[in-house]
């Protein structure tokens, strides 16, 4: 019962969502009815021409259904910052929600990281479903300060990570992956926005990234700083310091008013956004084109 509150409250103060709590409200109703009456796998229509596929489980991609935008503020971001032409990194896709975005709804260019088996296979499901494969670069790698390999959680849906020496979890629960720095990855890309999501993972992540963070092209990243670095022994403060070495401040993004607000700090447990050329990405954002979002425009 608390979890049911919880999405539906979520729901209902979803700033997309809120607009039509009716609609949202009937497209979580409708889910939840057809997955218990026969749970599969559906494509689902996601914004304008993209689809999902989604089936029963993905907490990480299921809210997309009832609020079009489950992360409202920074997907719309990506929608008007981004480009066709301009190349976009996914580090920690999941089943892909931003990968498309960017590579079917905006034309980008996208290389998307994936590290567990499962995982990658349904994102490699979404790339197909929406016709991107000429766009999209997947690898199922994970990403950090070295080269070599790393086990994973593989049961947890969205909140998958690098397993700690002291986390006691079920062998059948846990993979084994290749890891390299996204500096050895990307070489020769020159990407301006990325996206990372993996999960308290972020301080080696980023410092096996020092040439992408450093590149004059890279204008904006979104990072989930929620907390779980202390996993791995590090506070986040270490991580907004060194994006502020690189010239990175934080700012929260309104995309209604298509409005950019300078932050002191990094604002977790959500993603924040960092912008290190804001005059260019306040142009970006001003000019881009709106897009059409469970009948709202944004």
Do not use: C
């Not at 009716?22 to 021409?49: H, N």
């Not at 990405?281 to 709202?296: D, F, I, M, P, T």
């Amino acid at each position: 019962m608390r979890s049911l509150v919880k999405i539906l409250k979520f729901i209902g103060y979803h700033p997309l969502a809120s607009k039509n709590r009716l609609l949202a409200y009937s497209r979580f109703l409708s889910w939840q009815i057809r997955q218990r009456l026969r749970p599969r796998p559906e494509k689902v229509t996601f914004v304008e021409s993209s689809v999902l596929i989604v089936e029963r489980g993905m907490a990480g991609a299921t809210g997309n259904i009832y609020t079009g935008l489950q992360e409202f503020n920074d997907m719309g971001f990506l929608l008007h910052v981004l480009r066709a032409g301009d190349t976009f990194v996914d580090i920690g896709a999941n089943v892909g929600a931003y990968t498309i975005l960017a590579a079917k709804n905006v034309g980008a260019a996208v290389v998307s990281f994936e590290p567990i088996p499962s995982t990658f296979a349904k994102l490699q499901r979404n790339v197909d479903a929406n016709e991107v494969q000429g766009s999209v670069e997947l690898k199922r790698y994970g990403v950090g300060d070295a080269a070599g390999t790393l086990r994973f959680t593989a049961s947890m849906d969205s909140v998958n990570h690098v397993l700690t020496a002291h986390e006691q979890i079920d062998g059948a629960g846990i993979v084994e992956v290749p890891v390299e720095t996204l500096d050895q990855l990307l070489q020769g890309r020159q990407p301006v926005l990325f996206k990372m999501d993996v999960e308290g993972y972020e301080w080696p992540a980023l410092n096996g990234a020092k040439s992408l963070l450093a590149s004059p092209s890279l204008k904006a990243l979104i990072i989930e700083l929620n907390g779980s670095g202390h996993r791995y022994g590090y506070d986040e403060k270490t991580i907004h310091a060194l994006l502020v070495t690189y010239g990175f401040v934080p700012y929260r993004y309104e995309p209604f008013s298509r409005q950019l607000k300078k932050e002191p700090d990094y604002y977790g447990p959500d993603n924040t956004i960092y912008i290190r050329d804001v005059e260019w990405v306040e142009g970006r954002v001003k000019a881009a084109r709106k897009y059409r979002v469970l009948n709202v425009n944004v």
